[in-house]
């Protein structure tokens, strides 16, 4: 009780005061943000938790501690500083599973109570410094980042209004050295998606300063027009290569085209469909320009040989969802008979494998398994090597061979994955999953 009476006595300013944003620590030492906290007496408390908008009450006795977020622009005395963090160290004390709440808070406080020194000549000296740079990107979200640093260790909001004008200030002098540049590339009748990338990333670097309503409009547009020209002129060059080559060679290499248009311009795309569409239009026109073989397989090239197959092991193919690593479906993946149980000490299956696009040359692959697991919330994950294949008119074949006692008797989920070359060197390997999985259940070995 004598916690509690500290809390009244520090906080609560009348009977029907209303705090902001605060951090609640029950007696049972459960911590909870909430958005609003009162009192009506000094026996309950009602509070709403954030993300709610159901007002819940406790008896003030179920409560350790409650302790307001530092309000930006508000002025404390040193005795509600001193009363706050006192409060919130003997919180921690008592606590110790809530501390890396209770410390962020603290430190909060502490600021208030020991503020920075010489603030004013650092945000002073960063915009001398940018006013003397190239205003280039680089140098505007260097100093951008330090401004916006002193504004949050500003928790009093002190130096507010000066960080305010000097990210105006630099704002305004990195937009004025730097659009010339981006009319310039925004007016260049390049229609690749390398260019189209190139004016994202400058007109997006531009936004990220201080700008009018009316600039960024301009911008905006500007931008659009450069995205729809883009999107315009790689439908039409993958159509035209497509009906150039008149291969299933030639149509992944327009598939391929149209998916990386598709990634680049998703954001201003319109309508949001307008690739999607092409995508399926390119199918269509495949079937005419490469007969034997259809499209329907997530854009795969069957032919008669697969669809025979594929009668008879269909619900082997890929279908199920991966849900243990990163998803770019870019094949589809099937047993060419049905499967067997193990035979011996090892479990051999066979795999086609069907692509949507060219694949890259030297590109690593794997077969990869994921088997679930009674009562867990992720299945196992297994990825195994397998002999490197040759792909041909977008079909390759593999067989798989791992000790049967690994998976005799488990339903394995198969898909194809394949190396992550964006990954860094030194950094753990990274595997993409590039077909959904095949469900087949493993027998035990005969």
């Not at 310039?184 to 260019?195: F, W």
């Not at 995508?279 to 669809?307: H, M, S, V």
Request: proline share 4%.
């Amino acid at each position: 009780m004598k916690l509690v009476s500290a809390i009244l006595g520090v906080m609560l300013m009348s009977i029907a005061c209303a705090w902001g944003r605060s951090y609640i620590v029950t007696a049972k030492g459960e911590g909870v943000w909430v958005s609003s906290v009162r009192t009506m007496t000094n026996v309950v408390i009602y509070y709403v938790p954030e993300g709610s908008e159901a007002e819940q009450s406790a008896i003030m006795t179920d409560i350790a501690g409650v302790i307001p977020a530092v309000a930006k622009g508000r002025q404390y005395t040193d005795q509600e500083i001193a009363d706050t963090a006192g409060l919130i160290d003997k919180l921690a004390m008592r606590f110790f599973k809530l501390r890396k709440h209770l410390i962020a808070l603290n430190q909060q406080w502490q600021v208030l109570r020991t503020p920075e020194t010489g603030v004013e000549e650092k945000i002073s000296a960063l915009a001398r410094k940018f006013d003397a740079s190239a205003k280039d990107q680089a140098t505007f979200k260097d100093v951008s980042l330090q401004m916006e640093m002193i504004r949050f260790k500003d928790a009093s909001g002190k130096y507010s209004n000066q960080v305010e004008a000097a990210l105006i200030q630099i704002g305004s002098a990195y937009f004025g050295a730097n659009r010339g540049k981006v009319d310039k590339l925004l007016n260049d009748p390049d229609t690749s998606v390398l260019h189209f990338l190139a004016c994202k990333k400058e007109v997006d670097g531009l936004k990220a300063g201080y700008l009018g309503e009316a600039q960024k409009l301009q911008l905006d547009m500007a931008l659009q027009k450069c995205c729809d020209a883009t999107i315009k002129a790689g439908i039409e060059a993958a159509k035209q290569s497509l009906l150039a080559g008149k291969t299933v060679d030639s149509y992944l290499e327009s598939s391929g085209a149209l998916r990386t248009l598709k990634l680049a311009t998703a954001d201003l795309a319109q309508p949001k469909d307008v690739v999607d569409r092409a995508t399926f239009a390119l199918r269509a026109a495949a079937i005419q320009a490469c007969p034997g073989y259809d499209f329907a397989l997530k854009g795969c090239p069957a032919n008669e040989d697969d669809r025979k197959c594929l009668l008879e092991t269909k619900k082997f193919a890929s279908v199920m969802t991966i849900r243990t690593l990163d998803f770019d479906e870019q094949a589809y993946m099937f047993p060419p008979k049905t499967p067997g149980p193990p035979e011996g000490d090892t479990y051999r299956q066979p795999f086609r494998i069907l692509f949507n696009r060219v694949q890259p040359k030297n590109r690593e692959y794997m077969i990869g398994g994921e088997i679930r697991v009674d009562g867990a919330g992720k299945p196992k994950t297994f990825l195994w090597r397998v002999p490197a294949f040759e792909i041909r008119d977008g079909h390759a074949e593999t067989t798989l061979e791992v000790p049967a006692s690994r998976l005799s008797g488990e339903d394995v989920s198969f898909f194809l994955v394949c190396k992550d070359t964006t990954v860094k060197e030194g950094e753990q390997a990274k595997w993409i999953a590039l077909s959904l999985g095949c469900q087949i259940s493993v027998g035990k070995a005969k």
